[in-house]
């Protein structure tokens, strides 16, 4: 298990990939073999276990982008929150749509610290699924008028269009788009799509833009290269996203036979917390990448069952 991070908290995030060619041989999925040739199939069963300074937590996540197919969400998210030291259990909670907004949240931060510098902020979001639906919910909440514009990109004209309907009239800034156009126009960049291979080309990004990779391998390693020598390199965890080995930061490293956890103090990797207090104008580019902290899960969920639990004691004791 990993050291604490802050004051006695402690997490750890594994993942069992079973071999895509084990699905593809079943009959039920192999002629849907052929629809997956730029989209990452992501088959596979996570755990994210952390203990915090009251309360444990573990978050099962199961995902196969094939479930579309029948009508089924991509992955599927229970959230089991324990006692801290007996490690019995309390509460089981449905933690899809949790599981989604917690990532979303990654999303308002690093545009507030965008907007530190600015009074109007543009964001381009490549991907359309529950994760992108809950970005654009938070950042209309919390941006409000300072969001000017928020290009929406997926998999096709259709998908994009039914992401936007689903959003407005709340949001009247989201447009969506089916190629890269305004992506130079884009202040912040979010990466929440499935795709198998980077979405944007490292010209088409304006060199003082944010990029926050939720993702795999959205961004292209040219890219990333034009971060190092300019700008600034950000991660929730640097060592859990280099051991995940499967975003795009980490893979520049692994592929020429390196870790990002080896190289990352030498090349200045900032805190994602300390980062996005505020960046200082002039820095030139940034890029974010979240791989996701289970305790972020424990901290939901914690708070989930104590406004629950603080709710039914004063509906059954209600003050005089």
């Avoid at 929150?81 to 309390?90: A, E, G, Q, V």
Wanted: aromatic share 8%; net charge neutral.
């Amino acid at each position: 298990m990993e050291g604490p991070r802050r004051r006695l908290e402690y997490r750890q995030k594994s993942v069992l990939l079973p071999p895509e060619a084990e699905l593809w041989a079943s009959a039920t999925y192999a002629t849907l073999h052929d629809q997956f040739g730029e989209e990452r199939l992501g088959w596979k069963l996570s755990a994210l276990s952390a203990i915090g300074p009251k309360l444990a937590s573990v978050k099962i996540v199961g995902a196969n982008a094939a479930n579309r197919h029948f009508g089924l969400a991509r992955s599927f998210s229970t959230i089991l929150l324990l006692d801290k030291f007996t490690l019995r259990p309390i509460c089981l909670l449905e933690g899809t749509d949790i599981s989604a907004a917690r990532t979303a949240t990654y999303a308002t931060p690093a545009a507030e610290s965008v907007l530190a510098e600015r009074k109007t902020i543009n964001v381009f979001l490549f991907g359309g699924g529950p994760i992108a639906r809950s970005i654009g919910v938070a950042l209309g909440a919390v941006l409000g008028v300072c969001l000017e514009k928020l290009w929406v990109r997926t998999r096709s004209r259709q998908t994009a269009e039914a992401f936007a309907s689903s959003l407005q009239p709340s949001m009247a800034q989201i447009v969506p788009v089916t190629d890269n156009t305004n992506l130079t126009q884009a202040d912040l960049i979010i990466t929440a799509s499935n795709a198998k291979s980077p979405v944007f080309a490292a010209h088409e990004v304006a060199p003082d833009s944010v990029v926050l990779h939720l993702a795999g391998d959205e961004t292209p390693a040219e890219y990333l290269t034009y971060v190092m020598q300019n700008g600034t390199l950000v991660c929730d965890d640097l060592a859990m996203v280099s051991a995940r080995n499967s975003q795009s930061l980490a893979l520049y490293f692994s592929r020429r036979g390196s870790t990002l956890e080896a190289e990352g103090q030498a090349l200045g990797v900032r805190d994602f917390a300390g980062h996005v207090v505020g960046r200082a104008p002039g820095r030139g580019p940034t890029h974010i990448t979240c791989v996701g902290l289970p305790s972020l899960d424990l901290y939901v969920a914690e708070y989930i069952y104590e406004t629950y639990v603080a709710a039914n004691f004063d509906a059954r004791f209600p003050r005089q």
